[in-house]
């Protein structure tokens, strides 16, 4: 079945520490995208990806970083600049035209410890 | 800017009776699109229902259909005949044309809705 998988599920910080999530799809989508949620809050764009090697910063980029190597796959790093990482992260990709649906993986759960 | 706004945090709705979820939104793009997604307890974010803002007539998909009005910038889902496991969060998102990503979303902060036996 294709879709998209984030892994890992749950994930734990330090202070200071640098953690990557992954995101894999196999839709042969074109763009991808990476959201916080906040509790009771919608979603927030954080990177976005159209084509491999290119990516944009969204509304809240700052402590973040991306890449895009391959077209199935956009990682996110939340660097110790995110002073406020603990959150919900999900990851979408679409193909990139008019009406195309976003289709989210089942997101990873980052708290600090 | 473009903005959405969905102004019930929560709902309850009786199952087997409709409900309507309501979205407002504002652009001053002519070219846009509207989207519905359901977010369970679980956490992923399940499609819904799209609506073009040029499409002349009002999108359905099984149960769910977009009750869309365009001079009232306004685009509210409606459920029918509910059911125990639509209970969820709903938002409402719009495809924003910002650096040219032409499905790049922006979404409202959601609806709570709770179906009663």
């Known amino acids: 079945d294709g879709g998209i998988t984030q892994s890992p599920k749950y994930l734990f910080r330090k202070e200071g520490q640098n953690v990557t999530l992954s995101c894999e799809q196999n839709l042969n989508h074109d763009a991808m995208y990476w959201y916080r949620q906040d509790p009771g809050q919608g979603l927030r764009l954080i990177y976005y990806?159209?084509?491999?090697?290119?990516?944009q910063k969204g509304d809240i980029a700052e402590g973040y970083s991306v890449s895009r190597e391959k077209k199935e796959s956009f990682p996110l790093t939340v660097t110790s600049a995110q002073k406020n990482p603990t959150a919900f992260y999900l990851c979408?990709?679409?193909?990139?035209?008019?009406?195309?649906?976003?289709?989210f993986g089942d997101g990873t759960r980052l708290s600090i410890l | 800017a473009q903005k959405i706004t969905q102004t019930q945090p929560g709902m309850f709705v009786q199952e087997k009776e409709a409900v309507t979820l309501d979205c407002t939104y504002d652009?001053?793009?002519?070219?846009?699109?509207l989207f519905w997604y359901k977010q369970p307890s679980s956490g992923e974010m399940i499609f819904l229902i799209y609506q073009g803002s040029y499409d002349e007539q009002n999108a359905t998909e099984g149960r769910y259909s977009l009750n869309f009005q365009k001079a009232r910038k306004s685009a509210n889902l409606v459920i029918s005949a509910s059911q125990l496991g639509d209970s969820a969060m709903y938002f409402c998102?719009?495809?924003?044309?910002?650096?040219?990503?032409?499905?790049?979303?922006?979404f409202g902060t959601g609806t709570l809705l709770a179906v009663q036996p």
């Open positions: 990806s159209q084509i491999v090697n290119d990516f």
């Open positions: 652009t001053s793009d002519q070219s846009y699109g």
């Open positions: 979408a990709s679409s193909r990139d035209r008019e009406g195309q649906p976003q289709h």
């Open positions: 998102a719009m495809r924003e044309f910002y650096g040219g990503a032409t499905n790049k979303l922006i």
